[in-house]
């Protein structure tokens, strides 16, 4: 049986999906802050070296974790169990463009706000052009394969959760194939 997903916001992430624990009250709100919040408050540059340095993502979770735990005490905001040394550096890189970077449209960065797609509008007969991409041979793709492999390299475990992109590729290529017939 697959895990349970619970609403999840990691630090400076949009809402995603986590594996629940188990031990989570019935009524469990979530809580976290824009990107704006931290920049206001740390100064935090959420750029694209945020998204695609994994070191400075890294060091300003640290910032972040310990800012969170500050001001908020032991409140479990963005899952903060221990503010020095973050669980999950993946989750919020690239904010929800993965996709559609992967399909080759320019991700527009800003210092105080989630990255954003350059708004490159398909018709329905495009779309049903597309495609699957060729990860393999895909830069973008690689690139966040650079930071897994950097991230593997730095913690004793990585856990890569089940969610946005995997699951977002996996729907996409069923719901071409089914309308191809394939």
């Known amino acids: 049986m697959a895990a349970q997903l619970i609403s999840y916001i990691a630090l400076g992430a949009p809402a995603t999906r986590r594996p629940a624990s188990g031990d989570e009250p019935f009524l469990r709100p979530e809580i976290g802050f824009t990107p704006n919040w931290y920049r206001q408050a740390l100064g935090i540059d959420f750029g694209d070296r945020w998204h695609?340095?994994?070191a400075y993502r890294r060091d300003c979770l640290i910032a972040m974790g310990r800012e969170v735990r500050r001001r908020f005490?032991?409140?479990?905001?963005?899952?903060v169990k221990n503010p020095d040394e973050p669980e999950?550096?993946?989750?919020?890189?690239?904010?929800?463009?993965?996709?559609?970077?992967?399909?080759?449209?320019?991700?527009?960065?800003?210092?105080?706000?989630?990255?954003?797609s350059e708004h490159q509008h398909l018709t329905a007969e495009e779309v049903d052009l597309l495609d699957p991409p060729d990860l393999d041979r895909n830069p973008f793709f690689q690139g966040i394969m650079e930071q897994v492999e950097w991230i593997a390299g730095e913690r004793a475990q990585l856990c890569l959760v089940r969610g946005s992109l995997s699951g977002t590729l996996r729907r996409g290529s069923q719901r071409r194939l089914h309308r191809h017939g394939d």
């Open 52 to 54: 695609t340095d994994p």
């Open 73 to 79: 005490g032991s409140a479990m905001i963005g899952g």
């Open 88 to 116: 999950d550096l993946l989750t919020g890189a690239f904010g929800s463009c993965v996709v559609a970077s992967i399909y080759g449209v320019p991700t527009l960065y800003a210092a105080d706000n989630w990255p954003s």
